[in-house]
């Protein structure tokens, strides 16, 4: 692809943390064509909601859609909370941006970011060993905080799996893309080490880790997408179970890059979504225009496989984006500029910045915000006020209980695995380890 135009060129929007009505999701649809994006990853589940209605099982937005106060940092509050799409809401969705020709691939997260969808129906999450007289089953609810859970569904138990693929089915019905996208970031094992129904499948199976058994699901997930014509996408984070089959494709976003490599060099076909240059959520300060016009068009990772680097996609993640106004000012014009990354040809940093700026004038004719020109190209002292700035928001005091919170089991997840890798028995390890989650969760 080193001379081609990328095949894939898509943004990735995030209604979860903040929902957006329908009317509002088709005039981003319309400014990202005029980026010359031709895909939307529609990011629809996570640990703070659940976005599409599935008529086999109407908890998941009865209750996952429904979500009070929240404390995302600076921009707590009660702004679009709430809310999810409808079968019909889908559909035009879908077939406004086919008009528009544009792709929407549905993402439906697990066995992450999950908790929402168990709030709804705690029965698909794991059951509890625990030597602690007072430890009782998980408990679930929508989360009104960012970050990580460890909030899993189970994949030792098939009525798990069965769940997931009748959601799986309804999903297929009203997205007709070739792909679907089934997450798999930062999944914490804390849960799986302690269930009985997961560590019986890893014997069963012969697995050795519980990333392992994160892969063993994802290809169980795959397989059952396959066989319906479709293509699963992941987070490269899957990979950190071993290698997976080339009929995946693996959004690359942060770390892991040797995995991503081999992947590509086992005919893998990968998405770049590089933190460092693609994610929208990030300040400008961070990300401004110029530095996407100097971002490598093929990153380092996949010298020498171009072939299989089907292109870009920016996400917009929400837990800051409360409206359609803040959207467009941190979409636009960094997916215009992200749009002429797709091309082969290089521009100059002049050529770049009047098409930019073109695109904006059309994207402000639609009724949407755009990043004035200041913006563009910040300097030093400019970027590094905003970068400070976006800090403050993301860690502002009303959120820090929640946020210690999130680092401690992380880091405990981090260490059980560390531990257990290096010869100590699971049983120590997690006798100790749920004496610690005893008083995270106190
Ligand atoms: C991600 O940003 N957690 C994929
Ligand atoms: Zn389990």
Redesign the pocket.
Known sequence: MQNQMFSYRGFMLDSVRHFMKPADVRKLIAAARLCGMNVMHWHLTDDQGWRVEIRKYPRLTEIGSVRGRTFFGGVSGTENNSGYYTREDIREIVSFAAENGMEIIPEIELPGHASALLAAYPEAGCRRESELPDAGPWTYAVEVSGGIFPNLICAGKESTLRFMEDILDEVTELFPSRMVHIGG??ALKLHWRRCPDCQKRMREAGLRSEEELQRDLVLRIGAYLAAKGKETIV?N?VLNGGMLPDYFIV?Q??DGEDKIRRFMENGGRVIC?E?KAY?FDYPYGRIDVRKIWQYPRIPEWAAGYESRLLGIEC?L?TERVTNLERAGFLLFPRLAAAGLKAHPGPLSWEDFRESVRETCRQIRDLGLTCAPEEWWDMPADRAEADIRADEDRIYAPEALPYEQKQHRWTVLDREEGRRIREGETKASVLREGDQTLAEICR
């Open positions: 970031d930062e987070w984070d959004q976003w942060m979504s933190t994610y996400p993640w």
